[in-house]
């Protein structure tokens, strides 16, 4: 049991997390509330263009009450830096996506950034507003720092007016860098069998 304690190394449990992932916080109850800069968007800063604030009585979300338009007027993107990340370990950044389905069927394409990782999704706008189709992606990436930006971007497809819909942003933490047990530790552990064989011989 001592020898055990010795070499024991904790991997404390992440902190970091994604503040307002689902977007039900920031409308003022309209069905459709554009966010221009950055404006009412809590845990989000609006990095270019203008986003809308969509609730389900207009569509469909993903879960919850309130989904995103990333263009509203104009094309737009969102950012957050999410803080307490642990150097090394792997995250796995987690989103669902659909599409504006108001101007029939249109590929829309997503940027999204997780840390230094970076990959675009598509979604064909093929639903409707009572059954948007909305499909779960994920980009995992490894922590280079404490804080890093997770950021998603309208690149292409439809109008200004009609883009990808996002929703139920989440992180979880994937795996730890194994952490090796200081040479220290190892003497303890050795010493300790040393006096256990000296005290089993003289038993």
């Not at 055990?4 to 039900?24: H, K, L, M, Q």
């Not at 409308?27 to 969509?54: H, K, R």
């Not at 309130?66 to 987690?94: A, K, P």
Request: aromatic fraction near 8%; proline fraction near 4%.
């Amino acid at each position: 049991m001592v020898a055990a304690a010795a070499i024991a190394v904790g991997t404390g449990a992440s902190a970091a997390t994604i503040v307002n992932g689902g977007f039900e916080s920031g409308s003022d109850g309209s069905d459709v509330f554009s966010v221009i800069g950055s404006g009412p968007l809590p845990g989000w800063t609006v990095a270019s263009g203008n986003v809308e604030i969509i609730s389900n009585n207009y569509w469909e979300s993903a879960e919850g009450g309130y989904s995103l338009d990333l263009d509203g007027v104009l094309v737009g993107s969102i950012f957050q830096d999410v803080t307490g990340l642990n150097v090394g370990s792997v995250y796995r950044l987690g989103f669902a996506m659909s599409s504006n389905p108001n101007e029939g069927v249109v590929v829309h394409t997503l940027g999204v950034n997780a840390g230094p990782a970076y990959q675009t999704f598509t979604h064909t706008a093929t639903g409707s507003l009572q059954n948007m189709e909305w499909t779960y992606h994920s980009l995992d990436f490894t922590a280079m720092s404490s804080v890093e930006r997770v950021m998603f971007t309208s690149i292409s497809g439809g109008t200004s007016a009609a883009g990808p819909a996002l929703d139920d942003v989440t992180l979880e933490l994937i795996s730890t860098p194994k952490v090796p047990v200081p040479a220290s530790a190892l003497l303890l552990v050795t010493a300790i069998g040393g006096i256990g064989a000296v005290r089993r011989r003289k038993s």
